[in-house]
Structures are given as structure tokens and as C-alpha cells.
């Protein structure tokens, strides 16, 4: 395991660098005066007499001063520590994170909570756009203020040219401020951002028809969950550690590795299907795997439509293998570590 390049601001914390110095510059002190006896004394027994009355006299100096490193050092030690902990838990989160990154998007989709269902046709299809909102304020801030005030002086003249004048003065401000701001924004529609809700023909156990409802959220949505999991774990460590900073740097790596693209397509799919179902023609067979949400409606984790491929749409089991991953770097660690609650 290679060294930290810095410390971390928690270790930072437990240093007093301040008390060191003072401490040490109080025993050097103390030492140059008892050094004194042992220069100017005429016998070896004055020179310890000298010592002892110098240190009884200057107790208060080396007192202070010793306890004062001793704090000192006991920081220090506890401050490297807790960097070389924290440095080689972030070094085990960073492989175990770049093992979990080795692995196939596919994982991500699949749990045990996920179940397969084959619906008969599409009834409904519906896109629900993300939408971003950009603008700016405008606007102007206007302060009023009034200022009162006292003063008392009194004064005397010193010869021809000298004068000497003594005043107090005191005072209060007091003001309101006005702020009248303009809004201008547009709000626009991610055509590539597009959550999904769909409703099939089914059949239930007894072979009555039934209706499933599907739902998935958009393909950003997911990206946003998946950087907000990661970036909530590098919280729990603390953000002053490098954990913490190792931890969130995956964030983005992790959401764009396991994150979908195929919401949109599934939903241009569907929207296909539904239109050749009304033209009498045949549609392709449909899968959708998901994980219950109530009575008859799920959310979508992965779809196939014919012979295509798993149309990825929801990472399901990514928090657990994203905890796996975790717990995996903590018990690798040196000590091993809890996260934080």
C-alpha cells in the first residue's frame, strides 16, 4: 500500500502544531536557564544546588511547556493514525469499486425480486418528457439608512500653538433594504430524456383476462439515483477524508457504467407494437421483467421485444451489489472499518 500524498482534514484536526512549538520554545527556555549554574558555579554541588532552586523557580515554565508537548505529540500521533487508517480504507475501496466497475452491465439488472411476465399486447403507451428549466433574475437592491449619534468632548490650550482635545462618540445605524427582481426562464423538454408508462393485456392465474401496468423512469432519472447512492456513501465517510473523496470520484464512473440507455428505445417499441396491433398486424412478442409495485403494476428493470436483445432499463440490484462492494473494502481494510450511521 503506498503512502498518503497528504493528510487528511480529519487527521488535520487532531494536530497542535501551535502547542508544539510554544511547548518546545518554553523547555529550551528552561534549559538555558538551568544551563546557567553549570556554567558559573565554582563546584559541581552549587551547580545542582543552582539547578534545583532555577527549576523550582521556573516550575510554572516547564510545567506549562511539557504539558503542552505532550498534547502535542499525542496529536500528532493520533492524527497519523487515523490518515494511515483512512488511507488504506480509501486504497480498498478504490479496487474493490474498480472490481465492481469489471463487471457486467448485465448484473446490475437482474435480482430476486425480479419477476418475468409475458403480457399479451400493448393497450396504452405514454411518455412523460424530463424537463429543464434556465433563466435568469434581473433586478435592483436599494438601501436606505439613517445613522445617529452622540458625542462629549472637552479640550485646552497648551501654550500658543498646542492644543489637547479629548471626545467620546457613539452611534447607531439604521436602515431597510428593497429588492425588486425580474424572472426570465424557458422551460424545455429532454426529447432523449423520456420516463415510460405502458399498459398490457394479461391474464391472471385463473385465465381471466387482466391488466399490467408498466412503468420505468427515464433514462437520466436513473443516472441521477444511481450518482446520488454513490455520493451519499462518500457523506457517510466524510467528505474531509479520503475516503470520502475516493468514494465520491467513482460517482460518475459507476452511474455512467450501470446506468441505462434504452427507456427511450423501449418506449419507440412499444408505440410501434401498439400501431401494428391497430392495423391488424402481428407484433413481436414482448418480455418485461420487473420488480412489483402493487397490485398488477411493476417497474420495469428489462424488456425483450422478439428475438432482440435485454433492452436494459432499471439497475435493480446495483445498491446491493454497490453494498457488497463496500462492506467487500471495509473488511479489507487495515484495521477493518464500520461506515458511519
Known amino acids: 500500500m503506498s503512502r498518503a500524498p497528504s493528510m487528511c482534514g480529519r487527521a488535520r ?50 510545567i506549562v511547556g511539557l ?64 424537463e429543464k428549466t434556465a433563466g435568469e433574475a434581473r433586478g435592483t437592491l436599494m438601501h436606505q439608512f439613517s445613522m445617529f ?3 462629549f468632548g472637552f479640550g485646552y490650550a497648551a501654550g500658543d500653538r498646542t492644543a489637547v482635545n479629548n471626545s467620546v462618540h457613539s452611534g447607531a445605524i439604521r436602515g431597510m433594504s428593497d429588492v425588486h427582481l425580474s424572472l426570465d426562464s424557458t422551460t424545455r423538454h429532454d ?45 457517510r465517510f466524510g467528505m474531509d477524508t479520503h475516503s470520502g473523496v475516493t468514494v465520491q470520484g467513482y460517482a460518475g464512473n459507476l452511474a455512467s457504467h450501470f446506468g441505462p440507455a434504452d427507456v427511450s428505445y423501449l418506449s419507440d417499441r412499444l408505440h410501434l407494437a401498439l400501431a401494428q396491433d391497430k392495423r391488424g398486424e402481428h407484433a413481436p412478442e414482448i418480455l418485461v421483467d420487473g420488480v412489483a409495485s402493487g397490485r398488477g403494476a411493476i417497474v420495469a428493470t428489462s424488456a425483450r421485444i422478439g428475438g432482440a436483445d435485454d433492452l436494459r432499463i432499471f439497475p435493480t440490484a446495483f ?23
Open 67 to 130: 504539558v503542552l508537548l505532550i498534547v502535542a505529540v499525542l496529536g500528532e500521533l493520533k492524527a497519523r493514525k487515523i490518515n494511515r487508517e483512512d488511507w488504506a480504507t480509501a486504497t480498498a475501496l478504490a479496487a474493490h469499486a474498480d472490481q465492481l466497475l469489471a463487471q457486467p452491465r448485465a448484473n446490475a439488472y437482474t435480482s430476486g425480486a425480479v419477476i418475468r411476465l409475458d403480457p399479451r399486447r400493448v393497450l396504452e403507451v405514454e411518455r412523460h418528457f424530463d
Open 319 to 341: 445498491p446491493a451489489m454497490w453494498g457488497e462492494s463496500v462492506g467487500g473494502a471495509l473488511a479489507a481494510a487495515v484495521p477493518p472499518k464500520e461506515i458511519a450511521r
Open 191 to 235: 426529447l432523449m430524456g423520456d420516463a415510460l408508462f405502458a399498459l398490457f393485456e394479461t391474464v391472471d392465474q385463473s385465465g381471466s383476462p387482466d391488466t399490467l401496468r408498466v412503468t420505468a423512469l427515464s433514462n437520466g432519472a436513473v443516472h441521477e439515483w444511481i450518482h446520488a447512492l454513490v455520493a451519499q456513501t462518500a457523506q
Open 149 to 151: 449619534g452622540q458625542s
Open 13 to 62: 484536526r487532531q494536530l497542535h502544531r501551535t502547542s508544539m512549538a510554544v511547548g518546545i520554545i518554553l523547555l529550551v527556555i528552561t534549559a538555558v536557564l538551568c544551563a546557567l549554574p553549570l556554567i558559573f558555579a565554582q563546584t559541581a554541588g552549587g551547580a545542582l544546588a543552582g539547578m534545583g532552586t532555577l527549576l523550582f523557580f521556573t516550575s510554572l515554565l516547564w
